[in-house]
């Protein structure tokens, strides 16, 4: 059985881009990149880097030298597994998807490493760029950096496509292993902490009563609380309620 990570690290090198190409002049003429951001396009078909921008004002690293083992290596050590699980799970879980597949991504906030020792706070948005035949050729990575966000030992996701409640709650169950809160769960929580009870909620987000248990009720066990008010107690001690 694979331990996590392998699956993404078996397709993935620590071959930089060649940014004097031109794909890479072609990417950089056509990609806004924001502030405070890095950007990185994958490509599977050529299992390398092809382009890269922004490395050395976020992490300190050279677009010329940056790759995508270093990226992943340089995730801080108490967010790196599940981190690199969540890579692993999202891989698979397109893998089984055909159409549509630009439109899906993800999003994690974690810690990467400077590359002078300190921890820095991003915010990244991984993804699919390109796809060929029903399948992920190449993926896209934004790296934000968030300095309103306080993060804690809870893990925060979200992910995104034409199946998202799918793609969500598979990533919900393969990940329930650790400290780690979905978008959607964290989106009723929060009107718990409102007020809200759960008819209220349905009502608000359009769902049934028990899609509404079915986001909070798992968070008991997984986060080892045993009454909602202890939930939300252990919410705001773990940032992930402002």
């Not at 382009?51 to 050395?56: C, K, N, Q, T, V």
């Not at 159409?99 to 400077?114: D, Q, W």
């Not at 390109?130 to 993926?139: D, F, K, P, S, W």
């Not at 929060?190 to 079915?214: H, M, N, P, T, W």
């Amino acid at each position: 059985m694979n331990t996590p990570g392998d699956f993404s690290r078996s397709m993935i090198s620590d071959i930089p881009a060649n940014l004097d190409s031109e794909e890479a002049r072609h990417f950089r003429n056509t990609i806004v990149r924001f502030p405070e951001e890095a950007i990185y396009i994958y490509s599977f078909l050529q299992n390398r880097m092809i382009y890269a921008d922004g490395w050395s004002e976020i992490l300190g690293y050279d677009d010329r030298e940056i790759n995508m083992l270093t990226i992943v290596n340089i995730t801080a050590p108490e967010y790196a597994p599940f981190a690199n699980e969540l890579n692993d799970k999202a891989l698979l879980f397109l893998l089984g998807k055909t159409e549509n597949l630009e439109k899906y991504s993800f999003t994690i906030e974690l810690k990467k490493i400077h590359r002078q020792g300190h921890h820095v706070p991003l915010i990244v948005r991984v993804g699919v760029f390109r796809a060929q035949n029903g399948r992920v050729t190449e993926i896209i990575g934004r790296n934000q950096i968030n300095h309103s966000i306080t993060l804690g030992k809870v893990m925060r996701y979200a992910a995104y496509g034409p199946e998202k409640s799918e793609f969500e709650e598979e990533l919900n169950k393969n990940l329930f292993q650790h400290f780690a809160i979905s978008r959607k769960e964290k989106e009723a929580l929060a009107l718990v902490a409102k007020g809200y009870s759960f008819k209220e909620i349905a009502g608000r987000l359009d769902i049934s009563q028990s899609a509404v248990e079915k986001r909070l009720l798992p968070l008991y066990k997984r986060f080892d609380v045993k009454s909602l008010s202890h939930l939300l107690t252990f919410s705001y001690e773990n940032h992930i309620l402002p």
